[in-house]
């Protein structure tokens, strides 16, 4: 059972800003902001899930069916991450690339105080067991400023995990598969990463989010392990007996000259490539959602509209079904993972060129962070425009990718990484 408490706030970023800084006393921590971006479809400015009452983590096998059992079991919120991996689950698939970072399969945790915070209050709901300490918590967060979160040495030395012209030849590779018909789309990405590491965290997370701004904002920390998370993109909602899903294909850069700006925003959208690479994952997702869906549920509410965001101006659909309501939550997952936009089509195909083509495993980057609420609906973001590090090992890394297609060009496909790959360049050679 969870206390709800509520307090008056008078400065909503002062104290999101606490709320992260004081978290980090906890060593399983998930911070979610949406940025103030609201639709139809949001749910909440900013939670934050504090300390494991229970937990799941999963290395390997039947991360699906303990998720679900644990769900079922416990009756209450649910906070935690998908890695991309779980494919091998589902499929006859392997992830046998490098990996610096070190995530497991799965983790999803039962926060023993977690806190929503609107642009006037903050509500705490703890379990009954720690409710008589959300009066000092409160106190010490509004009392609470920016601090060292973690050893600081000289800036990040990021390297390209994969050189320009080996990208290069792997895309030619790549729409050499097409040609033969063995897959009409995938997305390929690459890695860049630092060892010998040392950042502060808290900070960069800070840095990131604020110059990007996305709705699908995520701070993850599993003791040694964090994720600095950016993403504009949701993987899957469900509301009662809806479903949702609002897949990205299609990005154009942006300007500081509002003329040239909205320029590269009408080209976007009306370039026939991009427009075709989203649709064929809107198909994808479809097919998807129809394995769980009441027979003629599946719609298209939005396809292929273009959205701003500080970065970047981005090609979003959205694509709904409805479900029987006493369908397992899970399953839903288990039906649609790992989302189109980072795999391609046919899916499976597209995995099995993923792995034979990228030299990175991708573990949790084009996974999902998300939660599940005590009526077993839940929300996940794509983890896409995202730092990866692990402190102990001093190893940070990030990835990006681009959709390759019959119409590809290689080298626009390069510079469409690069430029990707900028928010959090900068955020981690200013660190």
């Known amino acids: 059972m969870r206390v709800k408490t509520t307090f008056a706030i008078e400065d909503f970023v002062l104290f999101k800003d606490a709320l992260l800084y004081w978290a980090q006393r906890f060593d399983t921590v998930l911070f979610l902001d949406s940025n103030g971006h609201k639709d139809k479809h949001s749910s909440f400015e900013v939670l934050l899930a504090l300390g494991a009452a229970q937990h799941l983590s999963i290395a390997a096998a039947d991360g699906f069916q303990k998720l679900s059992d644990f769900n079922q079991k416990l009756n209450d919120w649910l906070f935690g991450y998908l890695s991309y991996d779980l494919k091998n689950e589902l499929e006859a698939l392997s992830s046998n690339n490098f990996d610096g970072i070190g995530f497991g399969q799965l983790h999803f945790f039962q926060p023993k105080k977690l806190i929503r915070l609107t642009n006037e209050t903050v509500e705490f709901l703890y379990l009954e067991k720690y409710a008589d300490e959300v009066a000092g918590d409160f106190k010490e967060i509004s009392a609470c400023r920016e601090g060292k979160t973690a050893s600081v040495g000289n800036k990040p030395k990021i390297k390209l995990r994969i050189h320009k012209e080996a990208y290069l030849d792997k895309v030619r590779a790549v729409l050499e598969e097409i040609k033969k018909g063995t897959i009409y789309e995938v997305n390929i990405c690459q890695e860049f990463y630092a060892e010998h590491s040392y950042i502060d965290v808290v900070k960069s997370f800070l840095h990131l989010n604020r110059i990007s701004k996305a709705p699908f904002a995520a701070f993850l920390r599993l003791d040694n392990h964090y994720l600095l998370c950016a993403s504009p993109e949701r993987y899957l909602k469900k509301n009662g007996d809806t479903v949702i899903s609002q897949p990205i294909k299609g990005t154009a850069g942006r300007s500081t000259n509002a003329f040239k700006d909205e320029q590269f925003k009408i080209r976007l959208e009306n370039d026939t490539k991009e ?157």
């Open 275 to 431: 427009r075709t690479e989203n649709i064929m994952i809107v198909d994808l997702v479809r097919n998807d959602l129809s394995k769980s869906a009441v027979k003629g549920s599946v719609t298209v509410e939005e396809l292929c509209k273009v959205y701003t965001f500080e970065q970047v101006h981005q090609m979003i659909s959205t694509v709904s079904s409805k479900i029987k309501e006493d369908l397992d939550a899970v399953q839903l997952l288990k039906d649609t993972f790992p989302m189109g936009s980072m795999t391609g089509t046919p899916k499976v195909s597209a995995m099995k060129v993923i792995e034979r083509v990228e030299e990175t495993k991708r573990g949790l980057y084009s996974g999902a962070v998300g939660y599940f609420d005590p009526n077993k609906n839940f929300d996940f973001n794509v983890v896409i425009r995202s730092i990866l590090y692990n402190a102990e090992k001093r190893y940070l890394s990030f990835s990006v990718g681009s959709a390759i297609t019959a119409k590809s060009e290689p080298l626009k496909e390069y510079e469409e990484c690069l430029l990707k790959a900028k928010a959090m360049r900068d955020v981690l050679e200013s660190n």
